[in-house]
């Protein structure tokens, strides 16, 4: 049997790019995320939306600190720097199709690649402002004055993330097709096909174990100390 996160036989030839616990972790923030929007409205699932909400900034601030001392794949400095570059390309661009007399010679393969790069580096980026707000709503921060700005803030970057990641979903499916690969197959089980060296050495799969703990853990936590559960029926 072939584990999502572990793959004990994979198709020859093939090579390793996503390690486990970076695959984890961006499953487990568009979990989170989901939830969170769908329960933004009313008291029943308030705290389930709050639960949920600290859950996401936890798995980002996890996923920066991995990105900063994990292996050279799932480093934040390589996304950022195509997140640069993409702002570059589009100048260059731009400059190349506004040329009347001279055939633009745009390398859109190259645009392709910087897209996604970028798209990742402002989901990760929103999550702060959205989680900060939330918070200061959720303990009443300010008092009434500030309550509404606090709720229309929250909601400006909420609804801003929600368009980033379906901007992400819809291009990741547009790409699949222009490249006729699935796009979204190497961050659910890790590999791609190809001869080439595994770009992940490691799996870790013990890191991504532990990280579904955690998340278990404080989800199970947050639970067992209120008083009425997350959902709150009556």
Same mark, same amino acid.
């Given at each position: 049997?072939?584990?999502?996160?572990?793959? @004990?036989?994979? %198709?020859?030839?093939? $090579?390793?790019?996503?390690?486990?616990?970076? $695959?984890? &972790?961006?499953?487990?923030?568009?979990?989170?995320?989901?939830?969170?929007?769908?329960? =933004?409205?009313?008291?029943? @699932? $308030?705290?389930?939306?709050? &639960?949920?909400?600290?859950?996401? @900034? #936890?798995?980002?601030?996890? $996923?920066?600190?991995? #990105?900063?001392?994990?292996?050279?794949?799932?480093?934040?400095?390589?996304?950022?720097?195509?997140?640069?570059?993409?702002?570059?390309?589009?100048?260059?661009?731009?400059?190349?199709?506004?040329?009347?007399? *001279?055939?633009?010679?745009?390398?859109?393969?190259?645009?392709?690649?910087?897209?996604?790069?970028?798209?990742?580096?402002?989901?990760?980026?929103? *999550?702060?402002?959205?989680?900060? =707000? #939330?918070?200061?709503?959720?303990?009443? @921060?300010?008092?009434?004055?500030?309550?509404?700005?606090?709720?229309?803030? /929250?909601?400006?970057?909420?609804?801003?993330?929600?368009?980033?990641?379906? &901007? /992400?979903?819809?291009?990741?499916?547009? =790409?699949?097709?222009? *490249?006729?690969?699935?796009?979204?197959?190497?961050?659910?089980?890790?590999?791609?096909?190809?001869?080439? %060296?595994?770009?992940?050495?490691?799996? /870790?799969?013990?890191?991504?174990?532990?990280?579904?703990?955690?998340?278990?853990?404080?989800?199970?936590?947050?639970?067992?100390? =209120?008083?009425? #559960?997350?959902?709150?029926?009556?």
């Amino acid at each position: 049997m072939k584990s999502i996160f572990l793959t @004990f036989s994979r %198709p020859s030839p093939s $090579r390793r790019v996503k390690d486990a616990p970076t $695959r984890i &972790t961006h499953w487990l923030m568009a979990i989170c995320f989901f939830v969170a929007y769908i329960t =933004s409205e009313g008291e029943t @699932f $308030r705290l389930l939306h709050v &639960t949920m909400g600290y859950t996401l @900034f #936890g798995l980002v601030v996890f $996923r920066l600190i991995y #990105g900063i001392v994990g292996p050279r794949q799932a480093r934040i400095a390589a996304l950022w720097r195509k997140a640069i570059g993409l702002k570059q390309w589009c100048v260059l661009a731009w400059t190349q199709l506004s040329r009347v007399t *001279t055939p633009a010679t745009i390398q859109w393969h190259q645009g392709r690649l910087m897209l996604t790069p970028a798209l990742t580096v402002l989901i990760l980026a929103l *999550t702060a402002p959205i989680t900060l =707000s #939330g918070y200061l709503t959720f303990n009443a @921060f300010g008092g009434d004055l500030a309550e509404d700005f606090l709720i229309s803030v /929250h909601e400006l970057f909420g609804n801003a993330l929600l368009f980033t990641v379906l &901007t /992400h979903l819809g291009w990741l499916v547009l =790409s699949s097709l222009i *490249t006729r690969h699935n796009e979204v197959a190497p961050m659910w089980h890790g590999v791609m096909p190809g001869a080439g %060296p595994d770009v992940a050495k490691h799996n /870790h799969l013990w890191l991504a174990i532990a990280v579904v703990l955690g998340v278990v853990g404080y989800i199970t936590w947050e639970w067992s100390v =209120s008083p009425h #559960g997350l959902i709150r029926l009556l």
